[in-house]
Every structure is written in C-alpha cells, then in structure tokens.
T-cell receptor, first 114, second 111 residues
C-alpha cells in the first residue's frame, strides 16, 4: 500500500559531503515536491517538479539541487552538506483534478549533518 | 509572496472537548488542503476545499472554506486521543500547483 517511498529513514553525513535523497512514487503523478520540516517552521518547499526533467525552485532552494530523469523518481541533492541542513526531509507526490485530488507524502528522511 | 497563517500553534484539550484550528491567507486562494501529521509520522492528506463557502464533513471533522476564499477552519467535535497530532492547512492560489503550508496547529488531547 506504500505509495511514496524515500530511500532512507535516517541519515548521518559529514559536513562537506554530497548527499542524495531519493524518492519514488508508484501513482504516475506528474507533480512531486521536496519539503523540509523544522520545529515551529512547518513545511518549507525546497523544489518542485511538474514533469520529467522539469523543476522549479521553491522558497529555500539554496544549497540544494534536484533531478527528475524518470516520472516516478525525484531526487534531492545536497551539493555540500552543512550543519544547518540538519532537518527532516519530506517528499510528496500530488495529482490535481477537479473533485479528485491526491496527495501523498513519504515517511521522511531525518538527516543529521555533523 | 503568498503567506498562510495558522492559529493557534498549540491547543490542549480534555478528551471530549471540541477543537478548532484557523487558517488565513494573505491572498485569495483557489483551493485549500488540510493534512494531519501524527507524532513521528508524515503528513496525511485529509481533504481539499475548492468552492467559496464550502463545508465538508468527515465523521467528527468539519472543514470550512470562507466566502472570500482567504480563510478556512477545521473543527473537531468531541476530541479523542486518536486525534492527537499536528494539523496543517495548505493553500493554492492562481494557477499554481504548489501548496503553501501553514505552520500547523499541534493538538494535545488529555484523557
């Protein structure tokens, strides 16, 4: 029944490392998102993709990049991890139709950068 | 840019009491979504409201979309311990497919 799968539940990385967070959805949705969640700040959008190879910056894209080579997979890349990127990262997959909206989140990846 | 404000940040209730969280947008929304996140879990989509003045119910949960499509509320009648979690609203405006999330209201239910 799992619809959005994130590759890792917990990750610990060192400062300066390149980090890949993977997200796969099995619902054939066009729209996929990466959010980070921090206490008291809610969900903040990092990047959004509305189709293969298409991406848009969200509210906090600095220090991140994304890749969407296949419809079902949306990857978040931390080019050079820093301690202020320690956070919970949530991937989401959504479909918009009048009267029929679907939205699913993955289980999240808690990343710690040391 | 669009901002979505959600109040209160926290709400403690005794089991059986009612609970309401409010969501206000700085701009007119095309639709609004509500999510629930259990402690340690991920957000789960509850519902989307599209029409001005729309009211929808899911068992003890009542969702409203304001007439001006700039505010929304979620009301839970007779809370239960299973209602514990953080409730988020997310607004979409114009032709955007990008939901802007409020900061959420954390509901704590005391048995």
């Amino acid at each position: 029944d799992v619809k959005v799968t994130q590759s890792s539940r917990y990750l610990v990385k060192r400062t300066g490392e390149k980090v890949f967070l993977e997200c796969v959805q099995d619902m054939d949705h066009e729209n996929m998102f990466w959010y980070r969640q921090d206490p008291g700040l809610g969900l903040r959008l990092i990047y959004f993709s509305y189709d293969v190879k298409m991406k848009e910056k969200g509210d906090i894209p600095e220090g991140y990049s994304v890749s969407r080579e296949k419809k079902e997979r949306f990857s978040l890349i931390l080019e050079s991890a820093s301690t202020n990127q320690t956070s919970m990262y949530l991937c989401a997959s959504m479909k918009w139709w009048v009267g029929d909206t679907e939205a699913f989140f993955g289980q999240g990846t808690r990343l710690t950068v040391v | 840019g669009q901002q979505v404000m959600q109040i209160p940040q926290y709400q403690h209730v005794q089991e059986g009491e009612d609970f309401t969280t409010y969501c206000n947008s700085s701009t007119t929304l095309s639709n609004i979504q509500w999510y629930k996140q259990r402690p340690g879990g991920h957000p789960v989509f509850l519902i989307q409201l599209v029409k001005s003045g729309e009211v929808k119910k899911q068992k003890r949960l009542t969702f409203q979309f304001g007439e001006a499509k700039k505010n929304s509320s979620l009301h839970i009648t007779a809370t239960q311990t299973t209602d514990v979690g953080t409730y988020f609203c997310a607004g979409l405006s114009g032709g955007s497919y990008i939901p802007t999330f409020g900061r959420g209201t954390s509901l704590i239910v005391h048995p």
